[in-house]
């Protein structure tokens, strides 16, 4: 039986540190059946109420225009995308990104998980910086306990972690565009057919 591929969400939220860029990442449990141990940015499946609930401002015209681009036909819209974000990481962190004057998240990735995995996702990672927080950026009280440790991490740390390979790869990302490089368009790894192949979402 051929595992479905779930639409996914996830949130690279940042902030300046002393040393350079922190990132916020947290710990998957010994006993998950995805990723057991590795260290993750918050994020997670689109469920039915994002759906139900979508969420408008926070994206760029141009990144609601890539989010829609070589998708499935059922593929949420942009606003379930930015709701399911919000939502997982209020849930596993506890923080909140609140609505600004200024599109707070910026799309700089896609990958799906390869086939022959225990659960595969065609995850959009967003980008987010910290000052969009509605709260303390350091408060995990309201935490679902799902990700454990949630530290703030500068990106030398973060990227010598025990991570997934696709964390790796968006860490390199997030950390050229930090640094001011540009992005020729949102890179995707496309595993939904028979073949791997590299796309740019322009």
Do not use: Y
Request: with cysteine; aromatic share 8%; net charge negative.
């Amino acid at each position: 039986m051929t595992e479905p591929i779930r639409p996914a969400a996830t949130v690279v939220l940042w902030r300046e540190g002393s040393a350079g860029p922190q990132v916020l990442m947290g710990q998957r449990g010994a006993g998950a059946v995805f990723m057991p141990s590795k260290f993750v940015f918050p994020g997670g499946r689109v469920d039915p109420e994002d759906l139900l609930a979508p969420r408008e401002g926070f994206l760029s015209d141009a990144c609601a225009r890539r989010l829609g681009l070589l998708v499935p036909e059922d593929a949420p819209p942009p606003g379930s995308i930015v709701a399911a974000a919000l939502r997982e990481l209020s849930e596993e962190t506890g923080l909140n990104l609140a609505a600004m004057d200024w599109p707070s998240l910026r799309f700089v990735f896609r990958a799906i998980t390869p086939p022959g995995r225990s659960r595969r996702f065609d995850a959009r990672f967003l980008l987010a910086h910290a000052e969009a927080l509605d709260g303390d950026g350091e408060d995990f009280s309201a935490a679902s306990g799902e990700l454990s440790h949630l530290p703030w991490l500068p990106l030398p740390e973060a990227r010598a972690l025990d991570l997934p390979f696709i964390t790796e790869v968006v860490l390199a990302e997030v950390a050229a565009l930090l640094a001011g490089g540009d992005q020729p368009g949102v890179p995707f790894f496309d595993n939904s057919g028979a073949t791997p192949q590299f796309r740019r979402l322009v």
